[in-house]
Nanobody, 119 residues
Framework: EVQLVESGGGLVQPGGSLRLSCAAS????????MGWYRQPTGKECELVST???????YYAELVEGRFIISRDNDKKEVYLQMNNLKPEDTAVYYC?????????????WGQGTQVTVSS
């Protein structure tokens, strides 16, 4: 059984930073893209960032230059360093393996972790 468990969410002030972690277990394919997605309350889910097994990355325009995705293939973990956070970054953040461009459609998904940016 594949499991993805996110951690690291919480409440942070605007301009602050958070680091999300996602621990994967049960994956039989190490050569799988990993990604972070987010869904603000009442809004559609959106792709935030992805990383291939070789370390190639993609960032949504809204987070490029502020967020950094990374992965540790030995530990089967993926991370999202979020800097200069803004209130509009408030959302539930999901980790996915093989998620593609659309939320909850393909691959394996975690349960999500809440990130709230507020003063």
């Amino acid at each position: 059984e594949v499991q993805l468990v996110e951690s690291g969410g919480g409440l942070v002030q605007p301009g602050g930073s958070l680091r999300l972690s996602c621990a994967a277990s049960g994956l039989t394919n190490d050569d799988i893209d990993m990604g972070w997605y987010r869904q603000p309350t009442g809004k559609e889910c959106e792709l935030v960032s992805t990383i291939t097994s070789d370390g190639d990355t993609y960032y949504a325009e809204l987070v490029e230059g502020r967020f950094i995705i990374s992965r540790d293939n030995d530990k089967k973990e993926v991370y999202l360093q979020m800097n200069n956070l803004k209130p509009e970054d408030t959302a539930v953040y999901y980790c996915a393996a093989g998620g593609g461009a659309w939320c909850f459609t393909f691959g394996f998904w975690g349960q999500g972790t809440q990130v709230t940016v507020s003063s």
